[in-house]
């Protein structure tokens, strides 16, 4: 329907996703599409004046952000709160054991979800050239599967921050490790120092406007190396 491509010159990718939930379009294929969709991207560039409608909808995208900023100290536990504080139970049964919300690392063909998951914190803890005693920082740490696992497998002392409310009561309750510390904060009002900061799939809840104040906060809590 035209409202289908209304949403979506208004709010790009969101609008396309939320039209397919709602069940305006279909596809027998949703796999395949989204791949096209990805192939085509800076597709507008060959298609000259008839690429203006897209150009409108991403210059709609690009002034919302800029003059109408999300995610900021105000507004982002609110946005927070309502997309993980809904039901840990429901978590449970969409995520598996592992709780990870992430994309998994599929290394070799047949590998279960969870096999998967655990690859991909094996991955990023070798990444991270962990020590036993290291001071290690978690940002937008969710359920705190992965702190969990650095502080029990390599002997690092973890903190964790996330905004969500459900997210800290999952981790006290089923994840509590003398070396981890879960807390119900900002990322942005994290004192100290620490020797190892990472994040895992916490760009999309920042925004673009916001990469600059991630970065520069990760360079205020290192630690001299």
């Known amino acids: 329907s035209n409202e289908v491509f209304r949403r979506i010159l208004l709010d790009g990718a969101l609008g396309l996703g939320e039209t397919y939930m709602n069940g305006e379009w279909q596809t027998n294929d949703i796999e395949r599409l989204c791949g096209e969709f990805l192939r085509l991207e800076g597709?507008?560039?060959?298609?000259?004046w008839r690429a203006l409608p897209l150009l409108g909808g991403m210059l709609s995208g690009a002034l919302k952000t800029n003059f109408f900023p999300d995610n900021t100290?105000?507004?982002?536990?609110s946005n927070i709160a309502h997309h993980y504080d809904i039901s840990a139970q429901l978590y449970e049964k969409m995520l598996g054991p592992t709780m990870m919300y992430t994309c998994?690392?599929?290394?070799?063909?047949?590998?279960?979800?969870d096999e998967a998951q655990r690859a991909k914190m094996q991955l990023v803890a070798k990444k991270l050239d962990l020590r036993p005693g290291l001071r290690v920082l978690d940002l937008g740490c969710g359920f705190g599967s992965m702190a969990h696992f650095l502080a029990e497998e390599y002997g690092v002392h973890v903190t964790g921050v996330t905004l969500s409310k459900d997210q800290v009561d999952y981790a006290h309750r089923n994840l509590a490790h003398p070396r981890l510390d879960i807390r119900l904060q900002d990322y942005r009002e994290v004192s100290g120092t620490f020797d190892r900061?990472?994040?895992i799939g916490i760009f999309e809840h920042l925004g673009r406007a916001h990469?600059?104040?991630?970065f520069d906060k990760c360079h205020e809590l290192l630690a001299e190396d």
């Open 104 to 113: 998994a690392y599929f290394h070799h063909p047949d590998m279960s979800l």
């Open 211 to 214: 990469y600059s104040t991630y």
């Open 43 to 48: 597709a507008e560039k060959e298609l000259g």
């Open 73 to 77: 100290q105000t507004t982002s536990p």
């Open 197 to 199: 900061v990472y994040s």
